[in-house]
Nanobody, 126 residues
Framework: QLQLVESGGGSVQPGGSLRLSCAAS????????IGWFRQAPGKEREGVSCIRKNDGRAYYADSVKGRFTISRDNAKNTVSLQMNSLTPEDTAVYYC???????????????????WGPGTQVTVNS
């Protein structure tokens, strides 16, 4: 069973940056399409970004396009989410998730992902 763990969350002022990482043990993350999702208090979970297995093609939600960058570090077996120009609206618990290895399509529908990390809190305030 693939197990994912997020790290890198914290508190930052508006305009600041954070880098989240998603790690797995015992499995090669490049064999999986990975998505980042977030859930703010009282709101539904929303897709932020995803990166396709094997070729690294990425996709972003309009709300983060130009500010967030998803990437893989295959040597470290991690998927990172670099978040710049953060605003209070980015405050949420951030989750990484993996699709079943047979699925390559990169999309932001959380129902299509079946392995989830426990999440990491990101708070943006002054």
């Amino acid at each position: 069973q693939l197990q994912l763990v997020e790290s890198g969350g914290g508190s930052v002022q508006p305009g600041g940056s954070l880098r989240l990482s998603c790690a797995a043990s015992g499995f090669t993350l490049d064999d999986y399409t990975i998505g980042w999702f977030r859930q703010a208090p009282g709101k539904e979970r929303e897709g932020v970004s995803c990166i396709r297995k094997n070729d690294g093609r990425a996709y972003y939600a309009d709300s983060v396009k130009g500010r967030f960058t998803i990437s893989r570090d295959n040597a470290k077996n991690t998927v990172s989410l670099q978040m710049n120009s953060l605003t209070p609206e980015d405050t949420a618990v951030y989750y990484c998730a993996a699709k079943a290895p047979v699925f390559r399509l990169c999309d932001l529908a959380d129902r299509n992902y079946n392995n989830w990390g426990p999440g990491t809190q990101v708070t943006v305030n002054s």
